[in-house]
């Protein structure tokens, strides 16, 4: 891990990665805020693995950070992106993640795919609430994890005091399994009076690491710098001795017996390894020119010497088509095919291409697959098992996509050519289908309602809708029946600029941005009659209907009751139906702002018939005409929807979010503790209020609250919210 003496072996740029066993890959995942610096993190240390040459570049073009256009146009990274590098003969499979709140489903695919976590937090900003978040996610399943500490040539950066912030918000009750193994070593003070970082100090081994030259040069400390370097080691032998197996090592140590760094080294490795021990190390790219970035080598060590293998790695829950539990040894190359889409692109070349994590069994080119995707129709995505072949094999790298002969269980991989797999799905053998358990996904919640720009656009909308759903499973495709609008549900307002960008730029579909509207629907305010007659005898055929009827309001979700208390025969039978049908079909229609009638009975007590003019039509024409006649008598409630709203936010913002829902007409139905410094809060909030709360809240909250919604109940609007809906003609929400 830094303070091992052995040579090196980088990948050389531009060839394709291949692991044959388990044991030689890590796949790893970069956690952090937006703008912490993960992809140039990514990118030194493919430099100093030799994935590419010092311009960056890799032998057949473009660069590791090559992943999209819209990327480059947003300056930020949208989606999950693999880089493969090598080192000392392992093959790293490095998962960069989004920062941003929005693309928050990439990094969950990311955590799925990976067996350890680089949290890289910026030395001049700390750690925000997200990433705290995502960190606690990782604890909770036990996820290894270790912090990278980058931008350490800012003005504010401050390495100590970093490190103490890291420990206070990842170490919970124990902040000394959080340290570091480095300690960074400053160059002379420049102009401004900031001195740079140009080397570290590897606390186990108490030797200099110097970058300054563009590479790793190796030398003793002087004498003035040993007592803080002993402060700092004592603390960090005292971590690790509390992680180790040897229970009497601490005794050993504490009596004055020196511990040998070999067992320190091999403690901190299997402490690391199960996620007991979180070291900090320092990172920076390398200067123009130069072929190691700082601190790039003590991470490639820390993580071939000190991640999990995909041995080690959990395997998800997996069972048979017709959900029967299977037991798999993990990672048997040997066993049955098991593997899963962990991410889905469009390539205007090649088609779909698929980003694949190989949990068992081996996966090779032309081989037949089952493909099973179960548990995401509500998003728009259909249940489906079907049988593809597999197109060709090749690991990407930025933009790039070299060809491989196959992978192994454990490893990463893409795979072109599987147009009904979508991101989810499980790939298997196809005479021994299986089924993995869906990673949890975050629900969108901020509705985008659409339509097509044009007639050419209405003919390719829907295979783009399609195809964008297929990709991205955190975003929901609704086909609204009472609005009748299309809707797009995401993560926040980049999360749709996207969409939107890749329909027009990927797809060629042009779509225009509609205000979304909320279901509405009406309902009596109190007992009314109405009588429809529907008399026309100017010769020839005529018509002739009459019914009289009572109307009185139900409970809410009762829905229309029809109910018959005619007697006499005054309407005849056969007409009754007729009768039913129009009220119903005018109740759909609405009575007042052209919102379907709901929750009232309607009661048929008299009428009249003619021997020859009366028809099913004419009783279905006098049925609306009653309705509407006991409507104009009466008052009309408008019921918007109301959305049950749970808040899971840190107690420091339960004020300000309590005191925004009240003003959103929410009504507050409780609060709870869960865990440490988080509240719950519960209340019913209109649907009308809440359209752009997943963009608010995260406003409000600074990214650290998190909501759920589900439909409560719809029940009487305001007066003079309902009043300003009618004059509007129902365009609003």
Same mark, same amino acid.
């Given at each position: ?125 700390? +750690? *925000?609430?997200? #990433?705290?978040?995502?960190?606690? =996610?990782? /604890? ?7 912090? $990278? %500490? ?108 020196? +511990? *040998?760094?070999? #067992?320190?080294?091999?403690?901190? =490795?299997? /402490? ?7 070291? $900090? %190390? ?452």
């Amino acid at each position: 891990m830094g303070d091992k003496a052995q040579t090196h072996h980088p990948g050389a740029a531009g060839r394709a990665l291949t692991a044959d066993r388990p044991a030689s890959v890590r796949n790893v995942v970069l956690v952090g805020h937006s703008g912490s610096g993960k992809t140039t993190l990514v990118e030194a240390l493919a430099l100093t693995a030799g994935a590419v040459n010092r311009a960056g570049r890799v032998e057949d073009g473009g660069t590791v950070s090559d992943y999209d256009d819209i990327e480059h146009r947003q300056q930020r990274s949208v989606q999950l992106s693999l880089a493969p590098v090598e080192w000392d003969g392992i093959k790293i499979n490095l998962l960069d993640t989004p920062g941003y709140a929005d693309f928050v489903g990439e990094l969950r695919a990311g955590l799925r795919a990976a067996d350890a976590a680089l949290f890289v937090v910026s030395a001049s900003d700390g +750690v *925000d609430g997200s #990433t705290r978040m995502v960190w606690e =996610e990782c /604890a909770a399943v036990g996820m290894p994890r270790a912090i $990278v %500490l980058t931008h350490l040539e800012a003005a504010r950066a401050d390495f100590e005091e970093t490190t103490r912030i890291c420990a206070e918000a990842f170490g919970g009750d124990d902040p000394d399994a959080v340290l570091p193994l480095y300690l960074p070593l400053r160059g002379p003070e420049g102009p401004d009076g900031h001195a740079p970082v140009t080397g570290l100090v590897g606390l186990l081994s108490q030797k200099l690491f110097d970058y300054s030259t563009g590479e790793r040069k190796e030398s003793e400390p002087g004498e003035d710098q040993l007592p803080d370097i002993e402060r700092a080691r004592n603390r960090l032998i005292e971590g690790i001795i509390a992680e180790s197996e040897d229970e009497t090592l601490m005794d050993r140590y504490l009596g004055g017996e020196p +511990v *040998d760094v070999r #067992t320190l080294v091999e403690d901190l =490795e299997r /402490a690391v390894a199960r996620g007991s021990f979180f070291p $900090v %190390l320092a990172a920076a790219p390398a200067a123009d020119g130069a072929r190691q970035g700082l601190g790039t080598v003590e991470l490639l060590e820390l993580v071939t010497g000190g991640f999990p293998t995909p041995f080690e790695h959990p395997l998800p829950a997996v069972a048979t088509i017709d959900g029967k539990p299977r037991e798999l040894k993990p990672c048997d190359t040997d066993g049955p095919l098991v593997a899963e889409v962990v991410k889905t692109s469009s390539d205007p070349y090649v088609g779909r291409i698929s980003l694949v994590r190989v949990f068992s069994g081996t996966l090779r080119p032309d081989q037949t697959v089952h493909v099973s995707g179960h548990g995401l129709a509500d998003r728009g995505h259909e249940d489906h098992d079907v049988d593809e072949k597999v197109g060709a094999l090749s690991m990407p790298f930025g933009k790039q996509q070299r060809p491989v002969t196959h992978a192994v269980a454990g490893d990463l991989v893409s795979v072109a050519k599987l147009s009904r797999a979508e991101t989810g799905d499980t790939l298997s053998a196809k005479d021994d289908p299986l089924l993995m358990e869906p990673w949890q996904m975050p629900d969108p919640l901020l509705p985008l309602a659409i339509h097509a720009h044009s007639k050419a656009d209405e003919d390719k909308l829907s295979q783009g809708l399609a195809r964008l759903v297929a990709e991205d499973p955190t975003m929901r495709l609704e086909q609204n029946q009472d609005t009748h609008q299309v809707v797009l549900w995401c993560l926040g307002e980049a999360h749709a600029d996207v969409a939107l960008e890749r329909l027009r730029n990927r797809y060629g579909v042009q779509v225009d941005v509609v205000p979304h509207k909320v279901s509405l629907r009406e309902t009596f305010a109190h007992k009314a009659a109405g009588r429809g007659r529907h008399v026309k005898q100017s010769g020839g055929h005529g018509q002739y209907a009459i019914c009289e009827i009572e109307v009185e309001p139900l409970p809410g979700g009762s829905g229309i009751e029809f109910v018959d208390k005619v007697v006499g025969g005054a309407v005849p039978r056969q007409f009754i139906p007729s009768v039913e049908k129009g009220v119903r079909a005018q109740a759909a229609k609405g009575v007042a702002a052209g919102y379907p009638l709901v929750d009232v009975r309607i009661t048929l007590l008299d009428g009249k018939a003619h021997s020859v003019d009366s028809s099913d039509a004419a009783f279905q024409t006098a049925g609306a005409l009653a309705l509407r006649e006991a409507a104009a008598d009466t008052r009309i409630h408008l019921l918007e929807p109301v959305a049950e709203v749970t808040v899971l936010v840190g107690d420091a913002y339960v004020g300000a979010v309590m005191s925004d829902l009240s003003s959103r007409r929410g009504r507050l139905l409780g609060t709870e503790q869960v865990g440490t410094g988080r509240t719950l809060i519960r209340a019913d909030v209109p649907e009308f209020e809440i359209g752009r709360y997943a963009v608010d809240l995260r406003s409000l909250s600074h990214g650290t609250a998190r909501f759920d919604r589900s439909y409560a109940r719809h029940e009487p609007m305001p007066p003079q919210i309902a009043e300003r809906i009618r004059e509007q003609g129902g365009d609003e929400g």
